[in-house]
Structures are given as C-alpha cells and as structure tokens.
C-alpha cells in the first residue's frame, strides 16, 4: 500500500492541451496498490457537445456491441413527427407513440429492437423529432406502417423501413444519431445558446435511447471498475482538483447565463 506515503510523492501537472475541449479541470487519483497517478478530467456532460458526445458513443458502442449478434431478420425503420415549438410534448408524442405501436397488431412479429430519439435544432416551423428503430422478426408494407402511425399521432405520416444486411452497422447507425462527435458538429453548428439549453433541459434524466422486447434489460446497464494501467487494481485514493482556466463554467453556470430573448415569437 501506498496511502501512508502520499505525503513523498511528487505529481506531474496538466496543461490545458491534455484536457478535452470542455474540460476545465481534472481529479487527481491514485492507485492504493502501486502509487499509479491518474488525472480524470471533469466535463460539461451536455447532449450538445461534442467530446461528451463521443465519449458517450464510445460507451453505448461497447454496452450494445455483443447485444443483435443473434438477428437474422433487422430492420430498420424511421417514423418522423410533423414539426412543433413544444419540444417536451414532441419528445413524448415519439416515445408513447412507439409504444403504442409496438403495441399494434401490424408490429405482431416484431421480436424486440433497439430505438433512438433524435431532436434536430428547430427552423421557421419548430422543432424536428423522430425516431430510428432496429427491430428484429418484422415484415410490413411502408404504406401500412404509414397509415398506422398517422392513426397513432393524428397527423404524421411520413415514415420508412428497409432490410439490413449488417446488423452491427444498424446499430452503429441508429446510436451515431446521437453520440457521434461529427453528428452533433454539424447538428447544433450554429444554432443560439438558449435553444441549446432549452433542449439540455428538456431531456435531463430522459433515455433517448432505449431496448425493448426480448432484448430489454439484456443490455449491461453499469461501468466496470476502472483498473490500473500498471497493476489492475481498482482501488483508488483521492488527491486533488486541479483547476487549468481561470473561469470555471459549470453546467448549472452554462444554464444561467445568456437567457433567450424575451420578445421572440414562438
């Protein structure tokens, strides 16, 4: 053990260089075991920026990567929603309107999937939301499944579904939407800071990406404990915070500041 000797030991420092882009600062660990120094930088998190974004792709990638390997008949379908300024009821209209589907004679050979929630930033018409599915064991006609979730939404009809011949790229497909660092790049490239935060609020402790069917729950939902380059151990001492810029922009900080205009028409 090294706890008792932390006190003789010298560390390295960061530079702004070794942390990601968002990054302002890092915990400083060690390992009990062999004295290995670890710097864990501390990120912003949000949907909207893209080195947390890839970081969550590369974390959703391993947690589905072992998931469809049994698929034999994938599909994959996209069921857009017309567009609209209430982002919330958009976002709930996409995901209680799957379920209900799901729940619809034409999705009868539907075995389970995989699904995603995509919010595009809005235009002169509102938000765009719609959802990507692979879906195992189903057979239908476009027009069909057109028809069904124009009967579910009320006025949204413009839907698609096609074979895949590479399960693994499907699934890659439908979680890059999300997560990719260049998808979210070019998504909100652009787009005003209060819509940003209008759309990190509305889906703060939401799953925009879900199973379900025989493949719900199947999924490892935890981490495993992060092991020590140099020995494996996964007991870790806490050091310090290493602050690297001189101002420190929390996410609750991001959300406060720069409010959306007061007279913009909705």
């Known amino acids: 053990m090294v706890r008792d000797n ?7 420092t960061l530079s702004e260089e070794d942390l990601p882009s968002c990054a302002d600062s890092a915990v400083w660990l060690m390992c009990d075991e062999c004295g290995y120094v670890h710097p864990v930088p501390i990120t912003c998190g949000r949907r909207t920026c893209p080195d947390c974004a890839y970081r969550r792709f590369l974390r959703l990638k391993e947690r589905y990567r072992d998931l469809f390997k049994e698929l034999t008949n994938p599909k994959l379908l996209t069921l857009t ?17 799957f379920r209900m589907l799901r729940r619809r004679k034409i999705m009868e050979g539907a075995r389970g999937g995989l699904y995603s929630v995509e919010v595009k930033p809005p235009t002169e018409e509102g938000w765009y939301v719609h959802i990507h599915v692979v879906v195992e064991g189903l057979y239908m006609l476009q027009g069909k499944l057109s028809e069904e979730w124009k009967n579910i939404t009320g006025d949204s009809f413009v839907v698609d579904i096609r074979s895949l011949r590479d399960p693994k790229k499907g699934i890659l497909y439908v979680l890059g939407y999300l997560s990719s660092k260049t998808k979210v790049e070019e998504t909100w490239e652009g787009v005003p800071e209060h819509r940003k935060r209008e759309f990190e609020e509305m889906v703060k402790h939401r799953r925009l990406i879900q199973t379900f069917g025989i493949f719900y729950g199947t999924a490892p939902t935890g981490s495993d404990p992060f092991e020590c380059p140099e020995c494996g151990c996964t007991e870790w001492i806490f050091l310090w915070v290493e602050h690297m810029r001189e101002e420190k922009v929390t996410l609750f900080d991001w959300m406060e500041e720069d409010p959306p205009p007061v007279d913009e028409e909705l």
């Open 6 to 12: 932390i006190s003789y030991l010298s560390f390295k």
């Open 81 to 97: 929603l017309r567009r609209s300024w209430d982002l919330e009821e958009l976002v709930d209209q996409a995901i209680d309107g």
